[in-house]
């Protein structure tokens, strides 16, 4: 059994996913040009789409993480715990650029914006993969986002469901059986 027996189309193939990356990536790099910057990578979901996004910004940055993960059914955001920080002196003054997998309720990004502006960054903006604007709650809109997407739980390049999926180089829908149990788990 591999993971794409459990796939029920694929949305973003992976030629797809780098064109779209190459042209966030021309974005923020006109963007910062001439400026310091550090990009934080959020995990678990960011860490595929935050290494190829890296790779193809030609300027000087710093990276750093930072960890979250909401606790919810396994497809819906729950309560936010932040896990892990960059320290002090990497964000007190920096301009940062927040790295997620996808904007959905937007709760997520929205908290940790403000807990990095209120540790003292000079600037934080956001980059994501995902942009699912149909769902939003939280007033912020992404700086950069590479793809807008439906209102589907998708899977792949780095977004999982129960924990797994996070590997499968392209994005897709999990087919319903898939969702039979619904778990208890924490998401990143
Ligand atoms: P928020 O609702 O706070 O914007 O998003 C919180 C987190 O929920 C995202 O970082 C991601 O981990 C998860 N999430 C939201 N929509 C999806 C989706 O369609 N697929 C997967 N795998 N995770 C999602
Ligand atoms: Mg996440």
Redesign the pocket.
């Known amino acids: 059994m591999t993971l794409d027996n459990d796939i029920e189309r694929v949305l973003f193939s992976e030629g797809e996913i780098l064109s779209g990356i190459d042209r966030v990536a021309r974005e923020v790099t006109r963007t910062y040009q001439g400026r310091d910057f550090t990009v934080v990578s ?1 995990l678990k ?2 860490c595929v789409f935050a290494s190829d996004l890296i790779r193809r910004i030609p300027i000087p940055l710093e990276l750093a993480f930072l960890a979250a993960s909401s606790y919810g059914d396994g497809t819906t955001s729950g309560a936010l715990e932040i896990n892990f920080i960059p320290t002090g002196n990497e964000i007190e003054g920096r301009n940062l650029l927040l790295v ?3 904007l959905d309720t937007g709760r ?1 990004l929205h908290k940790l914006k403000a807990e990095l502006s209120k540790r003292g960054a000079a600037e934080v903006r956001t980059c994501v993969f995902l942009d699912k604007p149909s769902r939003r709650e939280a007033p912020i809109k992404p700086d950069f986002r590479a793809f807008e997407v439906e209102n589907l739980f998708v899977v792949g390049y780095g977004l999982d469901y129960a924990g797994r999926y996070r590997n499968l180089p392209y994005v897709g829908a999990l087919k319903e059986v898939v969702y039979a149990a619904p778990k208890k788990t924490a ?2």
């Open positions: 959020v979901g960011s997620d997998d996808i997520t998401r990143g």
